[in-house]
């Protein structure tokens, strides 16, 4: 591993300094106020900057840079040796412990998640117990020993041997490292096998057109319409229990909105009243106190728009202002309470989808006055400088209202029209060839991450409008090398 920690940035410190005291990624995140998502884009970042294959070998780097402490017993807790050992006899040992205590800022990983994550996996996130060093020979001169020349011994074999542990852990790791490259598991293009997907209960009374946000591993399902009625109803769906539980309606009834979920908030901005007026509201909801709240209104009146947070930020693109399509980029800051304006989209349109994948937002199909969208624009929210908009590879066919869910590194698209299923790969700048969705599955472009798993609401192949269907995501793995 390099030594260098000088090319890490403060952001990739924090986490790196996380990541060594025992924090999982959605600890991290929670911790830092950042998606998820971020999390593992910053730490394969880290990784390749500091030449680590594992959380452990990172943890190495960050004891030897100093980014964390290894916790010593205090001095006046250290006993004076007092042993008695012949001259010929060198088998004397003096222990020595290595605290590994995780903070207590962070509570226990919940034992109830699946092992694989829902998106690709980085590093695995499970604690690595230090061993206990081997018994170094004692010294000749420690035959008798007492007070403070005793002490300052045993201090010196305490260093050294803590110095003998962390080199062998290093050399141990380095020696592990002839790891292959992720080798990833058939993409939903190439095989949508009908064992991925899951029908749930129907819901019971379904709507259209609403926000969904995922949060504290349940769904949130806000507004819309019900019929030709626009509601303000809030229902959380706990995928676990399969059940619904209608919560605390949303000030204002609305339709045609998305939803966010930033430091435990959900957010959602806009939207369309039941006589079609477009709003500028923003208002958000905390799940724990269950109360909702008011914000600063947008820059101007939007629904349909696309939404994406970043880095605790929440970016909304394009969408309808009730006359026209719009391609104006809303940046609000939660902490601030502030929204901003970005450089607007090549493209205006609204029914997009949006997906963060690797520090990039895709902003993909939806629909102007030309009619359905093979749009595919790539933002990046890190650029200071130049231009932030990419057109990157179009879809293969116009997709009006597509549901877009970003994984670590790639986008999955679902086209309810055409009832099919395809993935972007940034890395390629390619689409898969779309794909059949079973026909007793529901969909419409309201989806969402959670778990290992994607959820999608909508009618089904038979029009059974209140179906709920669940895909489980194909990640991938790392096999290791293990030499005989």
Same mark, same amino acid.
Not at 43 to 70: D, M, P
Not at 236 to 243: E, G, I, N, T
Not at 350 to 358: D, I, P, S, T, Y
Not at 419 to 448: C, H, K, M
């Given at each position: 591993?390099?030594?260098?920690?000088?090319?890490?940035?403060?952001?990739?410190?924090?986490?790196?300094?996380?990541?060594?005291?025992?924090?999982?990624?959605?600890?991290?995140?929670?911790?830092?106020?950042?998606?998820?998502?971020?999390?593992?884009?910053?730490?394969?970042?880290?990784?390749?900057?500091?030449?680590?294959?594992?959380?452990?070998?990172? *943890?190495?780097?960050?004891?030897?840079?100093?980014?964390?402490?290894?916790?010593?017993?205090?001095?006046?807790?250290?006993?004076?040796?007092?042993?008695?050992?012949?001259?010929?006899?060198?088998?004397?040992?003096?222990?020595?412990?290595?605290?590994?205590?995780? $903070?207590?800022?962070? $509570?226990?990983?919940?034992?109830?998640? $699946?092992?694989?994550?829902?998106?690709?996996?980085?590093?695995?996130?499970?604690?690595?117990?230090?061993?206990?060093?081997?018994?170094?020979?004692?010294?000749?001169?420690?035959?008798?020993?007492?007070? #403070?020349?005793?002490?300052? &011994?045993?201090?010196?074999?305490?260093?050294?041997?803590?110095?003998?542990?962390?080199?062998?852990?290093?050399?141990?790791?380095?020696? %592990?490292?002839?790891? $292959?490259?992720?080798?990833?598991?058939?993409?939903?293009? %190439?095989?949508?096998?009908?064992?991925?997907?899951?029908?749930?209960?129907?819901?019971?009374?379904?709507?259209?057109?609403?926000?969904?946000?995922?949060?504290?591993?349940?769904?949130?399902?806000?507004?819309?319409?019900?019929?030709? *009625?626009?509601?303000?109803?809030?229902?959380?769906?706990?995928?676990?229990?399969?059940?619904?539980?209608?919560?605390?309606?949303?000030?204002?009834?609305? &339709?045609?909105?998305?939803?966010?979920?930033?430091?435990?908030?959900?957010?959602?901005?806009?939207?369309?009243?039941?006589?079609?007026?477009?709003?500028?509201?923003?208002?958000?909801?905390?799940?724990?106190?269950?109360?909702?709240?008011?914000?600063?209104?947008?820059?101007?009146?939007?629904?349909?728009?696309?939404?994406?947070?970043?880095?605790?930020?929440?970016?909304?693109?394009?969408?309808?202002?009730? *006359?026209?399509? &719009?391609?104006?980029?809303?940046?609000?800051?939660?902490?601030?309470?502030?929204?901003?304006?970005?450089?607007?989209?090549?493209?205006?349109?609204?029914?997009?989808?949006?997906?963060?994948?690797?520090?990039?937002?895709?902003?993909?199909?939806?629909?102007?006055?030309?009619?359905?969208?093979?749009?595919?624009? &790539?933002?990046?929210?890190?650029?200071?400088?130049?231009?932030?908009?990419?057109?990157?590879?179009?879809?293969?066919?116009?997709?009006?209202?597509?549901?877009?869910?970003?994984?670590?590194?790639?986008?999955?698209?679902?086209?309810? %029209?055409?009832?099919?299923?395809?993935?972007? #790969?940034?890395?390629?700048?390619?689409?898969?060839?779309?794909?059949?969705?079973?026909?007793?599955?529901?969909?419409?472009?309201?989806?969402?991450?959670?778990?290992?798993?994607?959820?999608?609401?909508?009618?089904?192949?038979?029009?059974?409008?209140?179906?709920?269907?669940?895909? %489980?995501?194909?990640?991938? *793995?790392?096999?290791?090398?293990?030499?005989?």
């Amino acid at each position: 591993m390099s030594s260098d920690s000088a090319q890490i940035s403060e952001r990739e410190r924090d986490i790196l300094r996380l990541v060594a005291m025992g924090a999982t990624n959605q600890q991290i995140a929670n911790q830092l106020n950042i998606s998820i998502n971020t999390v593992k884009v910053h730490l394969r970042n880290i990784f390749e900057k500091i030449g680590a294959a594992s959380r452990t070998e990172a *943890t190495v780097f960050a004891i030897r840079q100093g980014l964390v402490q290894l916790d010593r017993t205090p001095e006046a807790a250290l006993p004076t040796p007092s042993i008695d050992v012949p001259p010929d006899d060198t088998s004397a040992v003096v222990p020595i412990e290595v605290s590994s205590t995780l $903070p207590k800022a962070f $509570p226990a990983a919940s034992t109830s998640a $699946p092992a694989d994550s829902p998106l690709i996996q980085l590093a695995s996130a499970e604690p690595t117990t230090l061993a206990e060093p081997a018994p170094l020979p004692a010294d000749a001169g420690v035959v008798g020993a007492a007070g #403070s020349s005793g002490r300052a &011994r045993l201090l010196l074999f305490a260093a050294l041997g803590l110095v003998v542990l962390l080199a062998g852990v290093v050399i141990y790791l380095l020696l %592990q490292r002839q790891a $292959p490259n992720p080798i990833a598991s058939p993409t939903p293009a %190439q095989s949508a096998p009908s064992s991925r997907w899951k029908p749930h209960s129907a819901w019971p009374e379904p709507r259209t057109d609403f926000a969904i946000a995922a949060a504290d591993n349940k769904l949130y399902l806000i507004g819309g319409a019900q019929g030709d *009625t626009v509601s303000a109803a809030v229902d959380r769906y706990d995928p676990s229990k399969d059940q619904l539980v209608a919560l605390n309606a949303k000030p204002s009834a609305v &339709r045609n909105v998305r939803a966010v979920t930033l430091g435990g908030k959900i957010y959602v901005p806009g939207g369309e009243t039941q006589d079609g007026k477009v709003l500028a509201i923003c208002e958000a909801y905390d799940p724990r106190t269950k109360q909702w709240e008011s914000l600063p209104p947008l820059p101007g009146p939007r629904s349909r728009y696309a939404l994406a947070d970043f880095e605790g930020q929440l970016y909304l693109f394009g969408g309808w202002d009730g *006359t026209s399509y &719009r391609g104006e980029v809303f940046v609000f800051d939660p902490r601030a309470k502030t929204w901003a304006e970005s450089t607007p989209m090549r493209t205006s349109r609204a029914n997009a989808g949006a997906a963060l994948v690797e520090e990039r937002i895709y902003v993909i199909g939806g629909e102007n006055e030309s009619g359905a969208l093979t749009t595919n624009e &790539r933002f990046d929210p890190t650029n200071d400088s130049g231009s932030v908009w990419e057109s990157v590879v179009p879809l293969s066919e116009p997709v009006a209202a597509p549901a877009v869910v970003g994984t670590v590194n790639s986008v999955l698209l679902f086209d309810p %029209q055409k009832r099919t299923a395809t993935e972007y #790969s940034p890395t390629a700048d390619a689409w898969q060839t779309p794909v059949p969705v079973p026909a007793d599955i529901g969909l419409s472009s309201r989806a969402a991450a959670l778990s290992t798993s994607i959820f999608l609401f909508g009618p089904d192949g038979t029009k059974q409008l209140g179906a709920v269907s669940e895909y %489980q995501v194909l990640y991938s *793995t790392l096999v290791p090398i293990i030499n005989n």
